[in-house]
């Protein structure tokens, strides 16, 4: 089984920072992309970043800039640091994870449980 468990989300003020961490564990031969996503009360879930293997980044245009993703792959974890955190970044963020179980067997996406972040006065 592979889990992937998120951690460092809570309440903040705006311009304020988090750093949010995702492990990915269990039966895992190799990770490839690894990304976050976050979903606002009564939207859609949508892409924040992502991570490849060998560590290019992509982010969405509302976040450019005010937020790194990094990785560790030696501990299968991913990073969100996110500063400047605007009212807007209130969300419950999710991290994803496209890995393989065995060298035979597919990509498969996994998703971790969400952390909530609440950016407030």
């Known amino acids: 089984q592979v889990q992937l468990v998120e951690s460092g989300g809570g309440l903040v003020q705006p311009g304020g920072s988090l750093r949010l961490s995702c492990a990915a564990s269990?039966?895992?031969?190799?990770?490839?992309?690894m990304g976050w996503y976050r979903q606002a009360p009564g939207k859609q879930r949508e892409l924040v970043a992502i991570i490849t293997r060998d560590g290019s980044p992509n982010y969405a245009d509302s976040v450019k800039g005010r937020f790194t993703i990094s990785r560790d792959n030696a501990k299968n974890t991913v990073f969100l640091q996110m500063n400047s955190l605007e009212p807007e970044d209130t969300a419950v963020y999710y991290c994803?994870?496209?890995?393989?179980?065995?060298?035979?067997?597919?990509?498969?996406?996994?998703w971790g449980q969400g952390t909530r972040v609440t950016v407030s006065p």
């Open positions: 269990g039966d895992i031969f190799r990770i490839y992309t």
């Open positions: 994803n994870a496209k890995l393989q179980i065995t060298a035979f067997t597919p990509m498969t996406v996994y």
